[in-house]
């Protein structure tokens, strides 16, 4: 018989992750409120949403989180409920938005995951998936000073213990079972590399919509 994750493990397991992406994207919860507030519109895509953490904040959007991980989207959807839908697609490779469209597309500290070259292309894809007028915004390290990148978050304190608590977990089993450790790029341009292949990509206003340090957020709109 399956496990059912309860809502309460899922919300304790989506708090302590919380604590532990804090240090990675210093002032996280100031990016994240800027995203939210750039993600006007009725529908909204979280975009390699992981547990949920933008998602929770757009309460007034029609919200679907996308991300590749089983572990993370079966903690998303208990802990998030009938609110968001959670899908499963893998952006290292073009098709994860046919069919798809949006009002506003949000990332947070997940577009380094991607090298540039697909990174751009990824940027194509986000463009096509929005609805004319539509916005994408991205909040994540974008390093004022290149020699700043900052190292692989591999290193980073608890994240080994969370994933080590997470896949013990016996509802979590079976999730963990299907999971593909993937290795991120830990790409980490500077803002002006994002406002460049965003224009590229398409996109026109682009901007850096905010920063603190080396956490930006970049917001572009597709007008046509
Ligand atoms: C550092 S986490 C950030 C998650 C969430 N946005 C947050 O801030 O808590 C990076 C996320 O990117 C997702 N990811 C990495 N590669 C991906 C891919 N190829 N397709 C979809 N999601 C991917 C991971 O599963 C993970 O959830």
Partial sequence: MTTLLSR??????????DVRQGPFLPHRDEAFAVLADAAL?????????????????????????????PVLLVIARAALGDRVAVVAADLSAPGWGAGLEFDAVVAGTALHCFAPDRLRALYGEIHAVLAPGGVFANADRMPVDAERAPESNDGMPGWHEWWAKALAHPALAEAARDRVDGKSADFYPPASWHVEALR?????????RWRRDDTA????????
């Fill in 217 to 224: 957020v970049v917001v572009a709109r597709r007008t046509r």
């Fill in 200 to 208: 590229a990509a398409g996109f026109d206003n682009v901007e850096v």
């Fill in 8 to 17: 309460a493990d899922a919300e304790e397991l989506r708090r302590s992750w």
């Fill in 41 to 69: 519109g009725r529908r909204a895509l979280d975009l390699a949403g992981g547990t949920g953490a933008i998602a929770s904040r757009l309460p007034n959007a029609e919200v679907t989180l996308l991300d590749v991980d």
